[in-house]
């Protein structure tokens, strides 16, 4: 099982960027895979989920139009696009996945077996 986030960095308050997470292994046996966040001191929350196979997404409501997630099952890629970022997005992110993710539980840190690596995004004021 793999998830690899990757496209973080900086970038100015307002600026767009789009992390991708390739996904390998049972990872694909996931219903769900989530993008979470992490800020220094703050414990991790939930961004968004995307359901695999039907394309179905969920959003914070921090994210909720500024956020976009999509993937692209063929090269078994997850994208998440952000735009207007704010200096509080600030923090890693992660891809994560598990097969006992289900819709009711897609923003449950707990629920999900499987984590990436995360990808560092800093916005700049």
């Known amino acids: 099982v793999q998830l690899q986030a990757s496209g973080g960095g900086l970038v100015q308050a307002g600026g767009s960027l789009r992390l991708s997470c390739a996904a390998s292994g049972s990872t694909l046996r996931s219903n769900y895979i989530g993008w979470y966040r992490q800020a220094t001191g703050k414990e991790r929350e939930f961004a968004g989920g995307?359901?695999?196979?039907?394309?179905?997404?969920a959003y914070a409501d921090s994210a909720k139009g500024r956020f976009t997630i999509s993937r692209d099952k063929a090269s078994s890629t997850l994208y998440l696009q952000m735009s207007s970022l704010k200096p509080e997005d600030t923090a890693n992110y992660y891809c994560?996945?598990?097969?006992?993710?289900?819709?009711?539980?897609?923003?449950?840190?707990?629920?999900?077996?499987?984590w990436g690596p995360g990808t560092l995004v800093t916005v700049s004021s």
């Open positions: 994560a996945a598990s097969p006992g993710v289900i819709w009711s539980n897609l923003a449950v840190p707990s629920a999900y077996n499987y």
């Open positions: 995307i359901r695999w196979n039907g394309g179905n997404t």
